[in-house]
């Protein structure tokens, strides 16, 4: 595995100084037929993005790993999305002082970075799991031959390895670590943050419980988002004893293309926009979302106790500079304005539910999206544009 890893930095290396080189990091997919250099590295790079990397192991003192009753031992898993890893003192101040954030024995981010020049070039889960003295297991889902989008795009330096995934941090080694490649619902190669990969799951043991961090594309449909959850489902449909969580991008609505969402917003306000917003976002399971959650209860999941329904993960606020500018970049700016107007009128935010755990058993003993306090926030920005969430549970005994 060190040596997967080890060629997939060198390979991502190569081809972060090519770009900077030669493109600085603005990248078209005409520049494909023109530069065999850069044609090769990516035809490199794309199987090693399968690698699952351990990037930190607690030194043996302060290793957590006991043995315990597993009948009765009650675990703590936390799932938070920490945009990039951008603002990672607000990241580490929240998980070394907040208390709901304390103590987990599993830990499962999307949206880490890893040598990315808008998070400081850092390896974010490394760092993470230093601070809080955890196993630490990261795997990528694409390359990035940009800077990011949005005003990501105005950040100085260049990229050092331009890794984008996920993470799993545990009190106790996992084993079996794996990925599973998910079909994409957009084309990577062809959006303003160009790059090369697939959304990818990552999967890991932890005796008989399997734990499957999964972020599915914000770009997509209800009935998509379900598609593309159905290889986790059949990869999982063996293992006993299950716990999934991440960001699952249940927004609401069809994000697929300019078309698919003005139609799905269209749909929202004619059937009332103030029951929309105010009941139905933030319990999307049951309304707009249907899809998705239907298929994980047909397949032995569940979710309703494994989460603080009807409270929300993601905040859609008025006017976010960093949000206005990604959206720039795929929607009309009448269409932005009037998505404005309508966050306006309902106070400034939307709440949305976009970060969940399902399990399959498990029992659930308590649930709650962490909302974490504004003394919190460092250089004048939140840890991340998602809250954190967590539950606690007990395994199954048979």
């Known amino acids: 595995m060190a040596d997967s890893t080890n060629k997939l930095l060198q390979v991502a290396s190569q081809l972060c100084e090519h770009l900077q080189q030669n493109y600085d990091f603005v990248f078209k997919p005409a520049y494909l037929k023109k530069d065999a250099k850069i044609k090769g590295l990516?035809?490199?790079?794309?199987?090693?993005?399968?690698?699952?990397?351990?990037?930190?192991?607690?030194?043996?003192?302060?290793?957590?790993a006991t043995q315990t009753d597993e009948s009765t031992k009650i675990y703590k898993a936390i799932t938070w999305n920490i945009e990039r890893g951008k603002n990672l003192p607000a990241i580490l101040k929240s998980f070394t002082e907040i208390s709901d954030l304390k103590n987990?024995?599993?830990?499962?981010?999307?949206?880490?970075?890893?040598g990315m020049a808008r998070s400081q070039n850092l390896n974010i889960a490394a760092e993470i799991g230093r601070q809080l003295e955890l196993y630490t297991y990261f795997a990528p889902s694409f390359f990035s031959l940009t800077r990011g989008h949005g005003v990501e795009v105005k950040v100085s330096g260049h990229n050092q390895y331009g890794l984008h995934g996920k993470a799993i941090l545990s009190k106790y080694p996992l084993s079996h670590l794996k990925t599973l490649t998910l079909p994409n619902l957009t084309k990577v190669m062809r959006k303003r943050d160009a790059r090369i990969g697939n959304k990818r799951v990552l999967?890991?043991?932890?005796?008989?419980?399997?734990?499957?961090?999964?972020?599915?594309?914000?770009?997509?449909?209800?009935?998509?988002?379900?598609?593309?959850?159905?290889?986790?489902?059949?990869?999982?449909?063996?293992?006993?004893?299950?716990?999934?969580?991440?960001?699952?991008?249940?927004?609401?609505?069809n994000t697929t293309h300019t078309p698919g969402l003005a139609l799905s917003v269209l749909k929202q306000l004619i059937s009332g926009p103030k029951k929309a917003v105010t009941q139905k976002y933030a319990n999307t399971h049951s309304f707009f979302d249907k899809p998705l959650f239907k298929l994980l209860t047909q397949r032995g999941f569940e979710f309703e106790a494994f989460n603080e329904l009807?409270?929300?993960?993601?905040?859609?606020?008025?006017?976010?500079?960093?949000?206005?500018?990604?959206?720039?970049?795929?929607?009309?700016?009448?269409?932005?304005?009037?998505?404005?107007?309508?966050?306006?009128?309902?106070?400034?935010?939307?709440?949305?539910?976009?970060?969940?755990?399902?399990?399959?058993?498990?029992?659930?003993?308590?649930?709650?999206?962490?909302?974490?306090?504004?003394?919190?926030?460092l250089s004048g920005r939140p840890a991340s544009d998602h809250h954190p969430l967590y539950c606690t549970f007990t395994l199954k005994t048979f």
Not at 238 to 253: V, Y
């Open 104 to 114: 987990a024995d599993f830990i499962l981010l999307t949206e880490v970075d890893w």
């Open 42 to 64: 990516l035809q490199q790079i794309e199987p090693l993005l399968n690698t699952v990397c351990t990037v930190h192991e607690p030194k043996p003192k302060q290793s957590h």
């Open 203 to 253: 999967l890991a043991s932890h005796g008989d419980l399997r734990l499957a961090c999964v972020h599915l594309d914000a770009y997509s449909s209800p009935r998509s988002r379900a598609r593309q959850m159905t290889p986790v489902l059949v990869e999982l449909a063996h293992s006993k004893k299950t716990l999934i969580a991440g960001d699952w991008n249940t927004n609401t609505h």
């Open 310 to 377: 009807g409270i929300s993960t993601f905040d859609l606020l008025i006017d976010a500079e960093e949000m206005g500018a990604m959206a720039a970049e795929r929607l009309p700016m009448p269409l932005i304005k009037g998505i404005n107007k309508l966050v306006k009128h309902f106070g400034g935010h939307i709440p949305l539910k976009l970060d969940w755990f399902a399990a399959k058993n498990l029992n659930a003993k308590e649930a709650k999206v962490v909302k974490i306090p504004k003394e919190f926030h």
